[in-house]
Structures are given as structure tokens and as C-alpha cells.
């Protein structure tokens, strides 16, 4: 499930990597920043939305909004963020309408000029956030993580085979609780993020024991079970107790959160590889892009 494809009942653009999914996550929007609205013919906003409804047969049970039509990198081109509603849930999505009205594009549009990926590279803060690998690694894989996701359970598994093999490569774990379907996860966050306060080395240990017994864990149980991975993983169990409570730790994962907001993040897992996204964390894709930016960055 995600948000950000189009809904006919049921999602119409099938996520192609599993991920786990916010229910009301900002929409992903790709699009030059500080782009302002500009004035459309009416006739071309209402050809717009009969376009739309005509080809993903979207009938009148389906609220459809149109946002701001603005200018696209792609100069004869408008883009078009679409928010559609069925039955209270909201799926957002974007188009490109030709500024005659003539001709729709579904996908992305980048501007040749600029690196695709430099935008995203900037909005990811790596300071004070748990890393494996050398701090001046050439390549960085930055994931962006929910605990009590099964899909985030299986990247982390994979990623125990990854990582062994490329120790040239630094790793970097970012918090971004589902707490709309996820009623824990916010909680391990902040347990992780204690242990990682206490020991950089700890967190790791933390973060390992959490997605190994995610399947017991519960809204219930999570606190006693984090003070107790605590103690497994060395860490002084009244300190860690103390921080679990403390404003610091709720913080600091609302930062990360905040940042995955900034990057348009709707699912989880989502990893950057140098900036470059992958959505799901898909074992083959993901050592496709290190190898591709290994290479990349030889010099």
C-alpha cells in the first residue's frame, strides 16, 4: 500500500518494491521549488480533470482536486499535483498538461542541467545520526527506517549481508515512524535513539534486537522489552529508563521524521544511495546502485 499512486476503488499504480505506508503523508512532488501558480485557461483545468476521471474511471463517488498548475522543468508543460478521495481515503499523485491542453505525461521531468540527485543529498543532515563506515566514505546509504514495519524488518535483514560486503560504504540509519498505523514504532525510535545517546556502538545492538523480535513486541510490552534490550546490549538501565522519558530523544526522532517529510517520504523503507531513492529497499536494486556509485566515484 502507498500513498502517492491513484485509487479506482483500489490502488491503481501498484507499488513495484513492498513498503509500509503512511495514511496521510505529504504528497510527492517533483517540481522546481518556489514555483509560482500560473493562469490557466479554465478550459484547460476542466479538460484536465475529465482527461483524468475518463482514463483511470473515476466516477462521481471520487473527489478530485486539482492543485496549482504551475511551470514544469519542461518548458511547453505545466505541473500538476491530482489529490483524490474514495470513501475518506486520500491518494495524491502529479501530471504534466501541455500548456495547449493538448497532451498529458505521467512520470517524472528533470532538468538535464542539474544532477537528479543533488537536491535530495542536500536535505539529508548526517551529522549525529547512526552510521556504520568511514565518515568520508565516497558512497553513503542513508535508510529511513520504521520499526514496527515487516517490510523495514526484511531491509534490515538484508542489509546483514550487504554491509559485510562493502566496507568502503557508510550506512546511515534515519528514524521515520508510522505512528498513524504503527502505534510502537515511535517508541522503539526513541529507545533506539537512547542507546545510541548513551553508546553509538550500543544502538546498533538496540536496533538489532528490536527488528529480531518485532513479531513479539507490542504497544503493551514495548517499554519494558526496550529497557531490557538495553541491558543485553550493556547499557546502564536506570540512565537508559530516565531517557526514554525525556523530551531530548522525542526530538531528536522528530527531526529525522521531519527530514523524511522534507524528502517527500510517504513509505517505508526508503534508502537513499548518494541521494539516488529506492523505495522498498530491494535487495538487487540496492547493490546495484552502491556498485553503479562505487564506480562512479573511483577518482
Partial sequence: ????????????????????????????????????????????????????????????????????????????????????????????????????????????VFDMAKNPFAANRAKIDLKDSPSKGPVNAR????????????????????????????????????????????????????????????????FWKVYGLIFQNQDLLSPENIWNKLIEFAGNAGLNQGTFKACLSSPEALKAVDASHAEGVALGIDSTPTVYVNGRPLIGGDPATLEQYIKYELAAHQN
Fill in 139 to 202: 558512497v553513503t546509504v542513508v535508510e529511513f527506517s520504521d520499526f514496527e514495519c515487516p517490510h523495514c524488518q526484511e531491509l534490515y535483514e538484508t542489509l546483514q549481508t550487504v554491509e559485510p560486503r562493502y566496507p568502503q560504504v557508510r550506512f546511515v540509519h534515519k528514524d521515520f515512524p508510522l505512528a498513524q498505523i504503527h502505534p510502537w514504532a515511535e517508541t522503539a525510535a526513541i529507545g533506539a535513539r537512547c542507546a545510541y545517546e548513551e553508546s553509538p556502538a550500543a
Fill in 1 to 108: 500500500m502507498k500513498v502517492g499512486g491513484f485509487v479506482q476503488g483500489a490502488v491503481l499504480f501498484a507499488l513495484l518494491a513492498a513498503s509500509c505506508a503512511a495514511q496521510s503523508a505529504a504528497p510527492r512532488t517533483r517540481r522546481d521549488e518556489g514555483a509560482k501558480p500560473e493562469a490557466v485557461p479554465s478550459s484547460v483545468t476542466k479538460n484536465t480533470e475529465a482527461f483524468l476521471r475518463e482514463l483511470y474511471a473515476w466516477g462521481p463517488e471520487i473527489k478530485v482536486k486539482l492543485g496549482a498548475f504551475t511551470q514544469s522543468p519542461a518548458q511547453d508543460y505545466y505541473f500538476v499535483p491530482v489529490e483524490v478521495t474514495l470513501n475518506g481515503r486520500l491518494e495524491t499523485g502529479s501530471v504534466f498538461v501541455s500548456k495547449d491542453g493538448k497532451t498529458m505525461l505521467r512520470g517524472d
